[in-house]
């Protein structure tokens, strides 16, 4: 049994997919990075000022100024921007793995097969000899085609 899992463990499937994992975390760090950073500052000035990563509702009540300060007071929230922010780098990475996913299955499939040439001989039903396509009579049996 320890030979069975040690030969799984080292299988190239096994290796590919904790490679794919690891490059899958740091590049969904990237797009939350993205989202966080670059894209929703200016949608948020486009909204008034709105500060996306800051929106939420507090549920024991009390008002406090910042997420920081509410998280610093452990007072349960509804954290809307928090949530807002995560879906839209959920929608950027589930876009972009799309585009990854169908442009390595074009270079997957490579190029379209050629069709297959038009056959240039036929068999004579007399004597069951090749011909060409063109003949009108068979040069072994001589019979009409």
């Avoid at 929106?55 to 807002?84: N, R, T």
């Amino acid at each position: 049994m320890l030979s069975e899992f040690k030969k799984f463990l080292i299988s190239g499937n096994v290796v590919d997919m904790a490679v794919g994992f690891i490059f899958g975390a740091a590049f969904a760090t990237v797009v939350k990075s993205l989202v966080a950073n670059i894209i929703m500052p200016p949608i948020g000035l486009l909204l008034g000022g709105v500060d996306f990563s800051s929106l939420f509702i507090a549920l024991d009540g009390k008002e406090y100024v910042s997420l920081s300060a509410l998280d610093a007071a452990g007072a349960p929230a509804i954290k809307l921007g928090v949530f807002i922010n995560d879906a839209i780098s959920f929608t950027i990475l589930g876009f972009v793995m799309f585009m990854m996913v169908k442009a390595y299955n074009k270079l997957k499939a490579g190029e379209p097969a050629p069709e297959p040439a038009a056959p240039t001989t036929k068999t004579c039903p007399e004597c069951a000899m090749e011909i060409p396509v063109a003949a009108k009579t068979c040069p072994y049996c001589k019979s009409a085609q």
